[in-house]
């Protein structure tokens, strides 16, 4: 079964340090999605990307985030300058139809 | 406000019996909703989903129910099992998913 992929498990950075997290939705799917959830705490959207650009952001998603999917398969989400609020899980999820969205294990995010 | 998170309400319920898990929505324009499971270190899987038009769906084992007038949602389990034990929490859009903060099932033996 098709699944989402991401890439590292585990990334530990120093504060102010450019960060990318890696991603690969399934592959006939048409949108894509970052989201975050700090320990303990509920999802939170980041922002949607469709037919090459970002549909929607949310106010978390400031100027030190982008996505980028620099080919067909990847999609990439980079921190510029990375904080120690930065500190999360973020989550890739692709879907086809805009609906049942199937989420990656997760890249878990450590600022030092 | 937020939640804290570190303070999920838990449900304990014993293995084979009924597990009734509630979530109150925000957004009165929500038109979809879907219901998910998260186990511990893992991202969050689908379970089951119901759009605005419709107010019960039935997957294997769970239910869905929505009730629009007081913005309420539910997810029954039936026949609960250990592998149910999980974070279940709901997650509602207009027009981007807004997520609840969640339940915490546990299946006692």
């Known amino acids: 079964e098709p699944e989402v992929t991401q890439t590292p498990s585990h990334q530990v950075t120093q504060m102010g340090q450019e960060v990318i997290l890696r991603c690969v939705p399934i592959?006939?799917?048409?949108?894509f999605y970052w989201y975050r959830q700090i320990l303990g705490q509920k999802v939170e959207f980041l922002v949607s990307f469709y037919n090459n650009e970002i549909s929607e952001k949310s106010e978390i998603f400031d100027d030190q985030f982008s996505v980028e999917r620099p080919d067909g398969s990847n999609f990439t989400l980079k921190i510029r300058s990375t904080k120690l609020e930065d500190s999360a899980m973020y989550f890739c999820?692709?879907?086809?139809?805009?609906?049942?969205?199937?989420f990656g294990p997760g890249t878990r995010l450590t600022v030092l | 406000g937020e939640s804290v998170g570190l303070h999920l309400p838990t449900l304990s319920v014993q293995e084979g019996d009924n597990s009734i898990i509630n979530c109150a929505y925000s957004n009165s324009a929500s038109d979809y909703f879907i219901w998910y499971k998260q186990e511990s270190g893992k991202g969050p899987q689908f379970i089951i989903d119901i759009r605005s038009n419709m107010d019960k769906r039935q997957g294997q084992r769970v239910t869905v129910l929505l009730n629009k007038t007081v913005k309420h949602l539910s997810l029954q389990i039936a026949a609960t099992q250990p592998g149910d034990s999980a974070v279940y929490f709901c997650a509602e859009r207009e027009t981007n998913f807004v997520f609840g903060p969640g339940t915490r099932l546990s299946v006692l033996p």
């Open positions: 999820a692709s879907t086809k139809y805009k609906n049942e969205q199937f």
């Open positions: 592959s006939n799917h048409l949108y």
